[in-house]
């Protein structure tokens, strides 16, 4: 009785081992291509924060005056030293710039604040930073706290 069974040469396998071979070896380097994209998406979009100034009552305005008065009174009584007074300046800015133009930086580095285009709080938040962080700090407590006011009023 004669057979009539064919069989198909290995040739025929490697194609489709070829495929799934190029297949694992090329997916890493599509999925990392997406996560550079999504990446420049985001920081773009973080970098673009633009602050929507509101008009603060002068209650308000006098409440951050008054607090940042306190850091002097404080200062000047030994209750905190210049780095603890450069740590509270810090924290009640960024507060009022939250309630001021509805941007909550009380989380951000410098480097995210450089992103919302506003020079004077930047420039503040930047002259903090060398105080804040120094174990010896030898700033001028009184005239940063005299100058963040003004810029408080100015706001």
Not at 49 to 54: A, D, E, L, S
Not at 56 to 66: L, S, V
């Given at each position: 009785m004669p057979t009539t069974i064919s069989l198909q040469g290995t040739a025929s396998y490697g194609v489709l081992i070829l495929y799934i071979l190029f297949f694992i070896l090329i997916s890493p380097l599509i999925l990392r291509f997406i996560k550079k994209r999504k990446a420049k998406k985001n920081k773009k979009k973080e970098a673009k924060?633009?602050?929507?100034?509101?008009?603060?009552?002068?209650?308000?305005?006098?409440?951050?005056?008054?607090?940042?008065?306190?850091?002097?009174d404080d200062y000047k009584s030994e209750k905190i030293d210049e780095r603890e007074g450069y740590q509270l300046l810090s924290k009640f800015l960024r507060e009022f710039f939250k309630e001021y133009a509805?941007?909550?930086?009380?989380?951000?580095?410098?480097?995210?604040?450089?992103?919302?285009?506003?020079?004077?709080?930047?420039?503040?938040?930047?002259?903090?930073?060398?105080?804040?962080?120094?174990?010896?700090?030898?700033?001028?407590i009184v005239g940063a706290v005299k100058r963040t006011i003004q810029s408080v009023k100015h706001w």
């Open positions: 924060v633009t602050p929507q100034v509101k008009k603060i009552p002068p209650t308000i305005k006098e409440r951050y005056e008054k607090q940042l008065l306190s850091i002097i509805g941007v909550d930086v009380t989380t951000k580095t410098l480097a995210q604040i450089r992103g919302i285009n506003n020079s004077r709080l930047e420039k503040l938040i930047e002259e903090f930073y060398e105080y804040e962080f120094s174990p010896d700090s030898n700033g001028d």
